[in-house]
């Protein structure tokens, strides 16, 4: 069965803190991944998608990505955090190719970011 | 551009009841996905619809049914409420293509079932 896990469920870090979240994947065939994040009281919002081509990838607000094929995961990175990204960060997947939106989502991280 | 709207926001409903939930889309976009939230949960896929059909499924009962309209707007109806049917409801709206789709979420309709 395809699955998503995120290994921290709360990660607390003081501002300029380098971050890193991990998520990895069990999937069958290609996939596409993407990280969404949940600022409180917000939408989920896309921060980076991964479909193909160039493994690192670079999302909005600074936020970069990593996709490793022969690990199963997409790392979502930022060198130094702030505390506006204060929020629940999803890692998503979905059958690559061809696609109509139907993703499989982490059990989500909580960053909190003390100033 | 507006983006995915849903309707309400907030609901109450008493187990055994039904509920209606409704999403428009981004302008353009053909497909509609609808979450489950749980608290402390990730989003969990219910339905998919594209120009109309089902493209999918996920594992909820037939409690859980969806359809989606001609000018792509789309209905979450779940019957038989329980009060294990609280979460937040999350529409995504989607314009296909042959790499990957990128999904726009909506506010979502908070449901509390009591």
């Known amino acids: 069965a395809q699955s998503v896990s995120q290994h921290n469920h709360h990660v607390i870090l003081s501002e300029a803190a380098s971050l890193e979240l991990g998520c990895n994947y069990s999937y069958g065939g290609t996939v596409n991944l993407f990280w969404y994040v949940q600022y409180p009281g917000q939408h989920l919002q896309l921060l980076l998608k991964y479909f193909s081509g160039d493994p690192l990838v670079k999302g909005i607000k600074g936020f970069e990505a990593e996709f490793i094929k022969s690990k199963f995961s997409f790392n979502l990175r930022k060198p130094s955090v702030q505390w506006s990204d204060t929020a629940e960060y999803f890692c998503a997947a979905e059958a690559g190719g061809t696609s109509y939106g139907k993703l499989t989502f982490g059990q989500g991280t909580i960053l909190t970011v003390h100033p | 551009d507006a983006g995915v709207t849903q309707s309400p926001t907030h609901l109450i409903k008493t187990r055994g009841q039904h509920v209606t939930l409704r999403c428009s889309p981004i302008s353009g976009h053909k497909s509609v996905s609808w979450y489950q939230q749980v608290l402390g949960q990730g989003p969990q896929f219910i339905f998919q619809?594209?120009?109309?059909?089902?493209?999918g499924r996920g594992n909820f009962p037939d409690r859980f049914s969806a359809r989606q309209f001609p000018n792509y707007s789309s209905e979450l109806n779940v019957n038989a409420l329980l009060l294990g049917d609280s979460a937040l409801y999350l529409c995504a709206s989607s314009s296909p293509g042959a790499r990957g789709a990128m999904a726009f979420f909506g506010q979502g309709t908070r449901l509390t079932v009591v």
């Open positions: 619809y594209y120009e109309k059909e089902e493209r």
